[in-house]
């Protein structure tokens, strides 16, 4: 089973700084790696697919990069409402598995 | 507009089998390419997969599950359905099915996707 660990596990942060939250697998995954975002009380929603692919209706501070088994989200200019908890998660191989989750607060 | 909905118990007791039903629209599960997940989350903790059907009824299963599990799909009724047996209290928490699209197949001839929409969950208690 692939291992996502997520860094940090917490981040306050003031409007409009920058965001960055990393996933490491622990195998290589490739691309497959995506991110949501997760508000309390409500479903995942996702925001970045295979590692950096841009979702139809997702602002576009948000970003991925990475391959293999180092993947990053980036946040470029905070907003109130991204008040959060984001989470990876790979499909590139069986069972899929998710990472712990960062929760992003807003100061 | 692809929508899924989760239905089932709110509470079921240690032991007892637990059935819950993912009512879609949007999308047929006969088309190919697609599929259902069933994803979990116990209260305050990260998310666990469970369980996937293709649109040819190829179905995976957690290991973690895989001996409790059952999904099935129902096309003409748009309904996916997951049956978990011999549930216990560390079963608690909420329960989401999500749709699935295969993007690409790998070099291996796996599949690759992203879970792009996912329900609004239900809660699922199991306590005596």
């Known amino acids: 089973e692939i291992v996502l660990t997520q860094s940090p596990d917490f981040q306050s942060v003031t409007p409009k700084e920058k965001v960055t939250i990393t996933c490491r697998a622990s195998?290589?995954?490739?691309?497959?790696l995506h991110w949501y975002q997760q508000k309390p009380d409500q479903s995942p929603k996702l925001l970045i697919k295979f590692a950096s692919q841009s979702i139809s209706g997702v602002p576009s501070r948000f970003s991925g990069s990475g391959s293999g088994t180092d993947f990053t989200l980036t946040i470029n200019g905070l907003e109130a409402e991204d008040a959060a908890t984001y989470f990876c998660?790979?499909?590139?191989?069986?069972?899929?598995?998710f990472g712990q989750g960062t929760k992003v607060e807003i100061k | 507009q692809i929508t899924l909905k989760e239905s089932g118990p709110m509470v079921v007791k240690p032991t007892q089998t637990l059935t819950l039903t993912c009512t879609f629209s949007g999308f047929s599960l006969s088309t190919s390419r697609v599929g259902v997940a069933w994803i979990r989350q116990p209260p305050g903790k990260a998310l666990e997969w469970l369980a996937l059907?293709?649109?040819?009824?190829?179905?995976r299963y957690s290991p973690s599950v895989k001996t409790r599990v059952t999904i099935t799909k129902d096309t003409s009724k748009n309904q996916v359905v997951l049956t978990m047996t011999s549930m216990d209290p560390v079963d608690t928490g909420t329960y989401y099915c999500?749709?699935?699209?295969?993007?690409?197949?790998?070099?291996?001839?796996?599949?690759?996707?992203?879970?792009?929409?996912w329900g609004q969950g239900t809660g699922i208690t199991v306590s005596s």
């Open positions: 059907i293709y649109w040819d009824n190829s179905k």
């Open positions: 998660h790979q499909s590139g191989s069986l069972p899929w598995t």
């Open positions: 195998q290589s995954i490739g691309s497959s």
């Open positions: 999500a749709h699935f699209f295969i993007q690409y197949y790998d070099s291996s001839g796996y599949p690759q996707g992203a879970v792009d929409i």
